[in-house]
């Protein structure tokens, strides 16, 4: 009986802390998307694929 409530116990601990680090890592990624630094980082993404698109545009037109 004793051996048995053990290995729940661990068990239990064992489930505890994967969860505890999925919560970690997903606060992290929340973080890390919900930033201004990383709204900065869209925004040069965007402006440098829209910039390349125009381009293209421009020379297609001629």
Do not use: C, P
């Amino acid at each position: 009986m004793l051996k048995l409530f053990k290995s729940a116990l661990y068990s239990a601990y064992y489930f505890f802390n994967v969860y505890r680090k999925a919560v970690i890592v997903r606060n992290g990624m929340h973080f890390v998307t919900d930033t201004m630094l990383w709204q900065v980082i869209k925004n040069d993404v965007h402006n440098y694929f829209a910039f390349f698109t125009a381009k293209k545009n421009r020379t297609s037109e001629k």
